[in-house]
């Protein structure tokens, strides 16, 4: 199944800086989703990419996908203390008998001290 | 409402009880994903439902564990003779269909299950 390596494991950034997350694939992937979660809560959806060299924002937030669809970034832009979290990269398998099922990297957690 | 709504949202059994978690995803939600993340960890796949198709449950740690998707539309996670290590955070997420159409996956809040 998909196997997907995040780095940094952890960040800590002062506010205003720029920072990035990267989302590494053992396989190619044919899509590719981005998630923030904070303690105690559910998972809010950022953005999803599907196309080599696909590049998506929002707001001071812009994902990437390369164009051998093997690794996602997420770039961040004069961070601010909202962006505090945990980031997750998921990916879906799309084939064999794990079809459709998603499958995450392990997570970035993200300090932004004021 | 118009997300994933999961309940409990919290929840405290007993070592040996069962304890049943529900889901009901967005209306016209055709795959629903059960999800667990334990303190620290990352999150593991337990098992996903697609239409009218079998569920994959290659992600269900034990026989304990099993989910039932009624009509379609609501889940029940339920894990029978529940155990310590079974405390975690179960999210449930749902999307229009499958990802390789484009489709956005929603997670709820998740239920937080502490067996003591």
């Known amino acids: 199944s998909q196997e997907l390596e995040q780095s940094p494991q952890s960040l800590i950034v002062q506010e205003g800086k720029n920072l990035t997350i990267n989302c590494t694939s053992s396989?190619?992937?044919?899509?590719l989703y981005w998630y923030k979660q904070k303690y105690g809560e559910g998972l809010i959806f950022l953005m999803m990419l599907q196309k080599g060299g696909e590049e998506k924002s929002h707001e001071k937030i812009t994902a990437k996908l390369d164009e051998k669809k093997q690794q996602s970034s997420l770039h961040i832009t004069a961070s601010q203390p909202s962006h505090a979290g945990i980031y997750l990269c998921g990916a879906v398998n799309a084939g064999g008998t794990s079809y459709g099922k998603l499958t995450f990297g392990q997570g970035t957690i993200l300090t932004v001290h004021p | 409402g118009a997300g994933v709504s999961q309940s409990p949202s919290n929840k405290v059994t007993e070592k040996g009880k069962d304890v049943e978690l529900r889901c009901d995803p967005i209306?016209?939600?055709?795959?629903l994903y059960w999800y667990r993340q334990s303190l620290g960890q990352g999150l593991e796949f337990l098992i996903y439902?697609?239409?009218?198709?079998?569920?994959?449950k290659s992600g269900l740690p034990s026989d304990r564990f099993s989910a039932e998707r009624t009509g379609g539309s609501v889940s029940t996670l339920t894990i029978q003779r529940t155990q310590q290590e079974d405390s975690a955070v179960y999210l449930c997420?749902?999307?229009?269909?499958?990802?390789?159409?484009?489709?956005?996956?929603?997670f709820g809040e998740g239920s937080w299950l502490t067996v003591v």
């Open positions: 396989k190619t992937l044919y899509g």
């Open positions: 997420a749902s999307s229009l269909g499958q990802f390789l159409s484009g489709n956005t996956i929603y």
């Open positions: 209306s016209g939600h055709t795959a």
């Open positions: 439902f697609q239409g009218n198709s079998a569920p994959d």
